[in-house]
Structure formats: structure tokens, C-alpha cells
């Protein structure tokens, strides 16, 4: 079946800029998960969706970070006024979000952002 | 989560089998042993996941020692697009802040011709 999907794949913008990154998690799946990987680091947390609730945004560095989830489907993180260092690449992963039991988290390709 | 420990590096020859181990000494007994990787400029790949008995599916085989401290990742007939980052990761079960997944540095396999 489908995996995670992102778009777009790559995106360029000049520093100031907002950006719109979009995640198409698999079907069924209730929890989204955003991440974001800079260049040789590891995986740094982001923000949780739980249906359309984001019960942990603990990650976002900045309040230009904002994210949303509609229809228990579609993500958007939403990054304003752009600095260098946002440059990163931006995983999303979406998994079943049954409680008690491991969640396997299923990782999209990722969005590499280039600020300017 | 508990902490792990991977070799940096492994070489294999393309046909044959990587054996990749880890080292979870400090794991607890509701904690699970996976394992990701990352091709180079992709998103991360889920490949396999257990709690105490081995595992096998269409990517790999997991075996996890009978104390649980360590574990091998296997696959049997490595080629060259199995070149990639493996990490090997300990989790609770959802709940908490077990959703939050971080990665190690991993293992660098790369698979030679």
C-alpha cells in the first residue's frame, strides 16, 4: 500500500520567507509525527498528532514553528520568517496510535528545506 | 530509553550476510528491540522489531540473546542498496514520551561488489 508521502521533495527559499511543508500519512494511521534531521545529526522531535490533536509540540524550537492536522489526515507545519539555520531536512512519520503496544512509526521521504 | 551501542562501521560483500550487532545492556523487560536505516538522502526505513524471541521478515532476521543485552541484526544476502545507515533503537510501549524516537549514530554498512 501507499507510504507516508511529503511534498514538496525539495524547497529553496530566501531567509524571511515562510515555507509550507505538507505529510500525507499513511491511511488508518491516527498518529503524525514531524522531525527534523540537520545535516550529519540525528533526529530531533518535533511535534505529535494524536487525530487532529497535538498533544505534544514540546519540540518546536520557536513560535515561528506552527503545525496542524485536518481530517485526522493531512499535516502542514508551517515555518515563518525563515532563518538559515531552519535548513534541514523535515521527516514525517505517521504510525496506528494504539495505546499499550509498540508503535512502529513509518517515515516519509522528507522535505529538504534550503534557506538562503 | 536504553541506551545502545553499534560497531561505526561494517563491510560486507554483495550475496553474502551482514551481521549487524547491538548492545542494549540496560534494556527493561517491556522494552523492544528495532531496527531502522537511512539510504543516503532518504527518510528513515523501518526494517524489523521484537521483544525477546526472534524475528523474521521479507527485509531481515532478528535475534535477541536470551538475557536481552544484545541483539544481531541479519541479513542474509546484503546487496548494493542495502548500503545504508543501520540504527538500532530500544523502546517502551507507547505511552509517556515513548513516541519520541532518537537515533544513535548506527552502523555505516556499506555492501561492496
Known amino acids: 500500500g501507499a507510504g507516508v508521502s511529503q511534498s514538496p521533495s525539495n524547497k529553496v527559499t530566501e531567509k524571511g520567507k515562510d515555507v509550507e511543508l505538507r505529510c500525507d500519512p499513511i491511511s488508518g494511521h491516527t498518529a503524525l509525527y514531524w522531525y527534523r534531521q540537520s545535516l550529519g545529526q540525528g533526529l530531533e522531535f518535533l511535534i505529535y498528532f494524536q487525530g487532529n490533536s497535538a498533544p505534544d509540540k514540546s519540540g518546536l524550537p520557536s513560535d515561528r514553528f506552527s503545525a496542524e492536522r485536518t481530517g485526522g489526515s493531512v499535516s502542514t507545519l508551517t515555518i515563518q520568517r525563515t532563518q538559515q539555520e531552519d535548513s534541514a531536512v523535515y521527516l514525517c512519520?505517521?504510525?496506528?496510535?494504539?495505546?499499550?503496544?509498540?508503535?512502529?512509526?513509518?517515515f516519509g521521504p522528507g522535505t529538504r528545506l534550503l534557506v538562503l | 530509553d536504553a541506551k545502545t551501542t553499534q560497531p561505526p562501521s561494517m563491510d560486507c560483500a554483495e550475496g553474502r550476510a551482514a551481521n549487524l550487532p547491538c548492545n542494549h545492556s540496560?534494556?527493561?523487560?517491556?522494552?523492544?528491540v528495532y531496527w531502522y536505516r537511512q539510504i543516503h538522502s532518504q527518510g528513515p526505513q523501518y526494517i524489523i522489531h521484537g521483544l525477546k524471541n526472534n524475528e523474521t521478515n521479507e527485509m531481515a532476521s532478528l535475534i535477541i540473546t536470551e538475557d536481552r543485552k544484545s541483539s544481531t541484526l541479519i541479513l542474509p544476502h546484503a546487496t548494493l542498496r542495502d548500503t545504508a545507515v543501520y540504527y538500532c533503537?530500544?523502546?517502551?510501549?507507547?505511552?509517556?514520551?515513548?513516541?519520541?524516537?532518537?537515533f544513535g549514530k548506527g552502523t555505516l554498512l556499506t555492501v561492496n561488489p
Open positions: 512519520a505517521s504510525s496506528f496510535g494504539l495505546a499499550g503496544g509498540p508503535e512502529t512509526q513509518y
Open positions: 540496560t534494556i527493561s523487560g517491556n522494552e523492544y
Open positions: 533503537i530500544v523502546r517502551g510501549n507507547s505511552g509517556g514520551s515513548n513516541y519520541k524516537l532518537t
